[in-house]
C-alpha cells in the first residue's frame, strides 16, 4: 500500500533579526518540505520583536496554530526556527501531533538522499548529536505520534534509547566514520599527486551544479529540481576539446542556516573542496535571492578556510533572465545556461582561459620518436600547439602545466 503524504503547517516568526531574510526563509522552507514529500496546506506567520522563550510564537498564537490543525487534519508542524527541546515539548502538547524544526526537516532529506556508506553514516551521526539533548519526553511523543518525516533515516531506530546507548553509538560512528574518510583521503592524495588538475563544484543548493556536471562530463548524475539532490561527492573526468583530461567534483549543495551538526558533520565531504585547483561556484541567476544564496555560499567559504582557491562563478540559467539587464555582482564569472549547447562552448573556453591563468607555461622541443611523451603531453597539460620543424626533426611545444608537473622538467630519451 502506497504511504499518503503527510499534511503540514508551516510556523515562522518574523523578528527584528530576520526581517529580511524572511521570506525568502519560509519559501525555502515550503520547498524542504516538498523535497521531503511533504504537502504544505497552510503557512502561519507573525511578526514580533523576538521568538518567544515558551513556545516561539506566544500562547495566543499556539491557540490558533491549534484550530489550523484540527481545520486542515495537519499530521505535521514545522518551525522555521529551532526549537529547543523545551519548546518543542510543550507545543506538542499544545497541538497532540508531531513537530519539527527546519534543522530535523534538513536531517531528513539528507537521510534520503545520502547514498554512499561515508554519506549514511555523516547524517546518522549528525541526527543523533540533535536528538541526543532532546531525548527527555520524546521517546514518549514519538510512539504516539508515529513516524513520517523527521523520523527518517538511520537515525530513526535509535529515538527511543537512552542516553548512553546514542554516546556509545556516536563513538562507534566516528570510528567507522574515521576509516572511511581515511580511504577518501587516501584517494584524494594521489589525484593530487598527479598531473590531474582539479575542478570543484559548488553552489547553494538546487542552483544547476549536477546539471553543468552532466553537461561537461556526461555522468548521467542525479539532476530533478529538488534541494540537496546530490549528497555524496562525484568526481568525474572531463576531456578538453584539446585534449586535456581534469577531474570535476560536484559537492553536497550548501543553504541559509545550515544546521551546525550538519557542517560538522560533512565537514570530511566538504574538504574534498580543499585540494582542488579551481572552484566552479555555480548560482542561479534567476532565483529571487540570488544576493542571499551568493552570501551564504561565500561565508561558508570562509568558514571552512576555502576562499585561499580561485572560484570562477557560474551565473547559471540564463534562459530565465534578461541577459541584457542581467547585473553579476561576483568576480570573474560566465553568464551562461547549461541547458544550451552554446552555453557548454562558452562555459568551456571560459574555464579554459582561466586555467591558463593558474598554471605554469612551458615551452620546448620533443624529439620525433618521442610520440608516446606528446600524446601524454596532450592529455595531462593544456597543450596550446605542437609544431613538427622538419630541418631539426623535432615538435615545438607550448602550452600550460601545474607546477609540480613533469611536464616542466622534461628530459629526452
Known sequence: MEKSTEKVILVGVETEENYTRFEGSMKELKNLTKTAEGEVVFSLTQKRPRIDRQTVIGKGKVEELQQ???????????????????????????????????????LDIFAMRARSKEGKLQVELAQLNYLLPR?????KQLSRLGGGIGTRGPGETKLESDRRHIRNKITAIKRELKEVTAHRERSRQKRQSSDLFQIGLIGYTNAGKSTILNLLTTAG???????????????????????????ITDTVGFIQDLPTQLIEAFQSTLEESRSMDLLLHVVDAGAEDRLQHEQTVVELLNDLDLEQIPVLTVYNKSDQVDEDEFIPTLFPNVLMSAKS?????????????????????????????????????????LLLSDTFDEE?????????????????????E
Open 341 to 381: 549547447t552554446l552555453g557548454k562552448e562558452h562555459l568551456t573556453r571560459v574555464v579554459r582561459e582561466k586555467m591558463m591563468e593558474l598554471l605554469t607555461p612551458y615551452e620546448f622541443d620533443l624529439d620525433s620518436s618521442q610520440g608516446q611523451q606528446l600524446s601524454e603531453l596532450t592529455r595531462h597539460t
Open 221 to 247: 548524475t542525479y539532476s530533478e529540481d529538488q534541494l540537496f539532490a546530490t549528497l555524496d561527492p562525484l568526481t568525474k573526468k572531463w576531456q578538453l576539446p584539446q585534449g586535456m583530461i581534469v577531474t
Open 68 to 106: 489550523l490543525v484540527d481545520a486542515y487534519e495537519a499530521d505535521l508542524v514545522i518551525f522555521n526556527h529551532e526549537l529547543t527541546p523545551r519548546q518543542n515539548q510543550l507545543i506538542v502538547e499544545a497541538l497532540g501531533i508531531k513537530v519539527i524544526d527546519r534543522v530535523q526537516l534538513i
Open 392 to 412: 631539426r626533426n623535432v615538435y615545438h611545444v607550448k602550452g600550460f602545466a601545474k607546477k609540480n608537473s613533469r611536464w616542466l622538467r622534461p628530459t629526452k
Open 135 to 139: 531525548l527527555i519526553g520524546q521517546g
